[in-house]
């Protein structure tokens, strides 16, 4: 079956990095895009990255571009999120998210389960 198992969050420093993993198991990760999505609590769910199949086409969101970056390496089924220079508003549960397309399309079928991202002194 279809599987996405993020890993790699935890308490960070403000200024500190971290970089999220997205295992994809259960399909070819090759001919998928694939979403980085957070959410803090109260607030509502953010698109944070988006990366096509190939990799060439990435998608960042305002509050993250110049510190988060995407990468994916699909011969070990893998997507990454690269988080440097990390504030206190990136705290949330960061989640990974399948698109249907092999582009950013936004339309999502399958989601993970999630990794607690807290940055705090």
């Known amino acids: 079956q279809v599987q996405l198992v993020e890993s790699g969050g935890g308490l960070v420093q403000p200024g500190g990095s971290l970089r999220l993993s997205c295992a994809a198991s259960g399909f070819t990760l090759d001919y998928y895009a694939i979403g980085w999505f957070r959410q803090a609590p109260g607030k509502e769910r953010e698109g944070v990255s988006c990366?096509?199949?190939?990799?060439?086409?990435?998608y960042l969101a305002d509050s993250v571009k110049g510190r988060f970056t995407i990468s994916r390496d699909n011969a070990k089924n893998t997507v990454y999120l690269q988080m440097n220079s990390l504030k206190s508003e990136d705290t949330a549960l960061y989640y990974c998210?399948?698109?249907?397309?092999?582009?950013?399309?936004?339309?999502?079928?399958?989601w993970g389960q999630g990794t607690q991202v807290t940055v705090s002194s």
């Open positions: 998210a399948r698109d249907r397309r092999g582009w950013c399309s936004g339309a999502y079928d399958y």
């Open positions: 990366v096509s199949s190939s990799g060439i086409s990435i």
